[in-house]
Nanobody, 128 residues
């Protein structure tokens, strides 16, 4: 059974860092496009960062560029999201998701609606 499990969330002060992990079971992550998404209370789920199976490229939403880094460890079947210089606006539930690969330049590449398999989410709260 395909399963994704996120971990690494928590409470952190502004300017701090967290590293989120997404561990897959029941399938091999390196055959899929993987995305990190977040949803704050009262807001729609948004794409934070996605990494392509086809060419290994990654993309980021503008608000996290230069602060967040997505990476994958195929040997551990795990994808990470390193989050630095965190801001209160980063507060949300963070989810990872997987889907069959599409071209990395496809406009749908990091859109939540195209992803079929989701984890349960991990809460990130940035507050002093």
């Amino acid at each position: 059974q395909l399963q994704l499990v996120e971990s690494g969330g928590g409470l952190v002060q502004p300017g701090g860092s967290l590293r989120l992990s997404c561990v897959a079971s029941g399938f091999t992550l390196d055959y899929y496009d993987i995305g990190w998404f977040r949803q704050a209370p009262g807001k729609e789920r948004e794409g934070v960062s996605c990494i392509s199976m086809n060419d290994g490229s990654s993309d980021y939403t503008d608000s996290v560029k230069g602060r967040f880094t997505i990476s994958r460890n195929n040997a551990k079947n795990t994808v990470y999201l390193q989050m630095n210089s965190l801001k209160p606006d980063d507060t949300a539930v963070y989810y990872c998701a997987a889907d069959k690969p599409i071209p990395s330049n496809d406009p749908k590449h990091c859109i939540p609606a195209r992803f079929d398999d989701w984890g349960q989410g991990t809460q990130v709260t940035v507050s002093s």
